[in-house]
Every structure is written in C-alpha cells, then in structure tokens.
Nanobody, 127 residues
Framework: VQLQASGGGLVQAGGSLRLSCDGS????????MGWFRQAPGKEREFVGR????????WYADSVKGRFTIARDNAKNTVYLQMNSLKAGDTAVYYC?????????????????????WGQGTQVTVSS
C-alpha cells in the first residue's frame, strides 16, 4: 500500500491550497481516510477524517469551517481543501488510511489508529 500526498506549497495568509492523496494497493472504498499535520517541534496533529462510504467527515476544532475533506471515488483520491490559511497552519501534512476494524470515534484523532501513511507534503503560510 502506498499513499502519496501532494499539493503543498507556499501561500500567503488568507489564501487557499488543495492537497491530494492518491492511493495504490488500497481501495479507499474499504478505508476511512485521515489528514494529519506536524509542525516543527510539535506532535502530529489530527486535522480531519472522511468515511468513504457515506462521506461523513470530522474535523479538528482548529480547522473547522476553513478546511474541507472530499473524495473522488473514481480516482481513488481524497482531497483536503484549505481556505483562509493562517501562519499557524504551517506544517507537513500527511494523509493516512484506517482499515477495518475501524477506529472508534474517540480515537479518530490518534495517529496510531491509522494503518498506512503517505510521505507528507509541506504547507507554508506566510504572514
């Protein structure tokens, strides 16, 4: 299984970016996909999650209303649309897959609940 995150870059505060996560060796329809981020010197932080069947989403309070996770079934791709970016959003962003048995709701934020990880893509927001 390989996950590939892409779409990072440098953007000014208030701007937008869309990250993509492509998978091979894993059908996303059998997984729940998460996005995490890690800033220098900080622990990996939950950003959001999407349940492939039904498309239910969950977000960290810090990004709620600004970030949106979506999926493209045909392309086996999950997206993270980031709007109104802030300097505090600067981090390496990772996509991750949770496969059955799925994590329970209270564990969605836990990186250890995810089985597969992409390599990360850098997002830098300048203020």
């Amino acid at each position: 299984v390989q996950l590939q995150a892409s779409g990072g870059g440098l953007v000014q505060a208030g701007g937008s970016l869309r990250l993509s996560c492509d998978g091979s060796g894993l059908s996303f329809s059998s997984a729940a996909m998460g996005w995490f981020r890690q800033a220098p010197g900080k622990e990996r932080e939950f950003v959001g999650r999407i349940k492939w069947i039904g498309g239910n989403t969950w977000y960290a309070d810090s990004v709620k209303g600004r970030f949106t996770i979506a999926r493209d079934n045909a392309k086996n791709t999950v997206y993270l649309q980031m709007n109104s970016l802030k300097a505090g959003d600067t981090a390496v962003y990772y996509c991750a897959a949770d496969t059955p048995p799925f994590a329970i709701l209270s564990n969605y934020h836990n990186p250890r609940a995810y089985d597969y990880w992409g390599q990360g893509t850098q997002v830098t927001v300048s203020s």
